[in-house]
C-alpha cells in the first residue's frame, strides 16, 4: 500500500488543522493506520492511531483531548484532526500502516511497514 500524507502548514497557537493520510494500491480496510511526528533533532514519536475497523483509537497524552482520529474506508482516506495547536506541535507528520500490527505495539514506529511522506505542521506562537 502506498500512503500520502497532506494537510499540514503554518498555523497560529490555538488554531486547528487537519491532516489527511490517503492510501492507495493495498487493501486500506485491513489497515491499522498511525501518525508519527518528528522535531529537528528530536526522534520521531506516536501522536495516534486508528484500527482497521475504526472503532479503536489510540493517542499520545501529549495530544489527548486535543486530537481526534477519524478513517473513512470508502476514500480509503485516514484523518488527523487537531485543535488548540500548540508550538510545541511542531513537527513533520507522517501516517504509516499495518495490517498485522499488535496492540501492545501502536506507539513503535519500526512495527509499521509502510510509511508516507512527511507533512510539515508549524505553529507560531
Known amino acids: 500500500v502506498q500512503l500520502q500524507a497532506s494537510g499540514g502548514g503554518l498555523v497560529q497557537a490555538g488554531d486547528s488543522l487537519r491532516l489527511s493520510c490517503a492510501a492507495s494500491?493495498?487493501?486500506?480496510?485491513?489497515?491499522?493506520i498511525g501518525w508519527f511526528r518528528q522535531a529537528p533533532g528530536k526522534e520521531r514519536e506516536f501522536v495516534a492511531a486508528?484500527?482497521?475497523?475504526?472503532?479503536?483509537?489510540h493517542f499520545a497524552d501529549s495530544v489527548k483531548g486535543r486530537f481526534t482520529i477519524s478513517r473513512d474506508n470508502n476514500k480509503n482516506t485516514v484523518y488527523l484532526h487537531m485543535s488548540s495547536l500548540k508550538p510545541e506541535d511542531t513537527a513533520a507528520y507522517f501516517c504509516?500502516?499495518?495490517?498485522?500490527?499488535?496492540?501492545?505495539?501502536?506507539?513503535?514506529?519500526?512495527?509499521?511497514?509502510?510509511w508516507g511522506q512527511g507533512t510539515l505542521v508549524t505553529v507560531s506562537s
Open positions: 494500491g493495498g487493501a486500506f480496510r485491513q489497515y491499522t
Open positions: 486508528i484500527r482497521a475497523n475504526g472503532n479503536s483509537v
Open positions: 504509516a500502516g499495518d495490517s498485522r500490527i499488535i496492540l501492545s505495539s501502536l506507539r513503535i514506529p519500526s512495527a509499521y511497514d509502510y
